[in-house]
T-cell receptor
């Protein structure tokens, strides 16, 4: 079955530590996205990528970094510079947007907490 | 700046009691409006895309409608399995690649 796989499901970060969240898709989608979800707030865009080896900052990129070395993979690193990392992180993908108003499809998220 | 506001924040329904959720938006130009369903601890599941005022889409007990300033998600004769958080998101013609999400409406349907 085609879909988006996020791992791990739960992750704990120690102070001063960088942690990496994995996102893999087998939908052959060109575009991939990372969102952060906090209680009572809408999803906020961290980074997005339209093509391999290229990505753009979203609305809340500070303290995060990404890479896009393969079409299927878009890992997110939460660095020690992100002072409030506790949240539910969602990865999404879509057909390249120049081809129309295509919906984004989501993985089942990673819940990150501070130890 | 684009804004998306969903109301109510929470809705408690008896099984079979129909109701509507609201999503109001302000964008310079609407490229598309999307409805998603999210279960606890899961990612959002795509339901509908609406493109222009007057458009309607249906899926089982759900029906989405769109005007120039808002969208409604009507739930007809809901069942307990319709309990979820419903999210609305808009895509602006000026902000290529981005979706602006509302905070969602949490729906609980009791037997």
């Amino acid at each position: 079955d085609g879909g988006i796989t996020q791992s791990p499901k739960y992750l704990f970060r120690k102070e001063g530590q960088n942690v990496t969240l994995s996102c893999e898709q087998n939908l052959n989608h060109d575009a991939m996205y990372w969102y952060r979800q906090d209680p009572g707030q809408g999803l906020r865009l961290i980074y997005y990528s339209q093509i391999v080896n290229d990505f753009q900052k979203g609305d809340i990129a500070e303290g995060y970094s990404v890479s896009r070395e393969k079409k299927e993979s878009f890992p997110l690193t939460v660095t020690s510079a992100q002072k409030n990392p506790t949240a539910f992180y969602l990865c999404a993908s879509s057909i390249l947007l120049t081809k129309g108003n295509q919906p984004q499809h989501f993985g089942d998220g990673t819940r990150l907490s501070i130890l | 700046e684009d804004q998306v506001t969903q109301s109510p924040e929470a809705l408690r329904l008896q099984e079979g009691e129909s109701s509507s959720l609201n999503c109001s938006y302000t964008v310079s130009g609407l490229r598309g409006l999307f409805w998603y369903r999210q279960d606890p601890g899961k990612g959002p599941e795509f339901l509908f895309t609406l493109y222009s005022a007057g458009e309607e889409k249906e899926k089982e007990r759900l029906k989405a409608t769109l005007t120039k300033k808002e969208s409604f998600l009507h739930i007809t004769a809901p069942k307990p399995e319709d309990s979820a958080t419903y999210l609305c998101a808009v895509q602006d013609t000026d902000s290529w690649g981005k979706l602006q999400f509302g905070a969602g409406t949490q729906v609980v349907v009791t037997p």
